[in-house]
């Protein structure tokens, strides 16, 4: 299982960028995915995620109403609209995938920034300037 995450770079604040995050070898709509970022210096945070089953993404407080998250199956990308930019959002970004078997679609909703995944993209970082 491996993921693959691009579309990082600088952005001005107030801009857009968005990421992508590819499954090679296996289909990511049989897994539960999240986006998570680290900032330097801090802990890596649970940014939004979404279940094998789910309707609609949850998303962090920090990012509600600026980035939007969805998958395109006919792809197998998950991808992470980012809109009005902060540069407290200065971070390396990463997806994760975890099979859909191993939590249900409501426990993983619920947990999504604190489960453990079985695979994590490289990372790719965005910058805001301000």
């Known amino acids: 299982v491996q993921l693959q995450a691009s579309g990082g770079g600088l952005a001005r604040s107030g801009g857009s960028l968005r990421l992508s995050c590819v499954g090679l070898?296996?289909?990511?709509?049989?897994?539960?995915i999240g986006w998570f970022r680290q900032a330097p210096g801090k802990e890596r945070e649970g940014v939004s995620c979404?279940?094998?089953?789910?309707?609609?993404?949850y998303y962090a407080d920090s990012v509600k109403g600026r980035f939007t998250m969805s998958r395109d199956s006919a792809t197998n990308t998950v991808y992470l609209q980012m809109n009005s930019l902060e540069p407290e959002d200065t971070a390396v970004y990463y997806c994760?995938?975890?099979?859909?078997?191993?939590?249900?679609?409501?426990?993983?909703?619920?947990?999504?920034?604190?489960?453990?995944?079985?695979?994590w993209g490289q990372g790719t970082q965005v910058t805001v300037s301000s």
């Open positions: 994760a995938a975890v099979r859909f078997r191993r939590y249900s679609s409501s426990y993983y909703y619920t947990r999504c920034f604190n489960v453990g995944y079985d695979a």
């Open positions: 979404f279940s094998s089953s789910a309707s609609s993404p």
């Open positions: 070898g296996f289909s990511l709509n049989d897994y539960h």
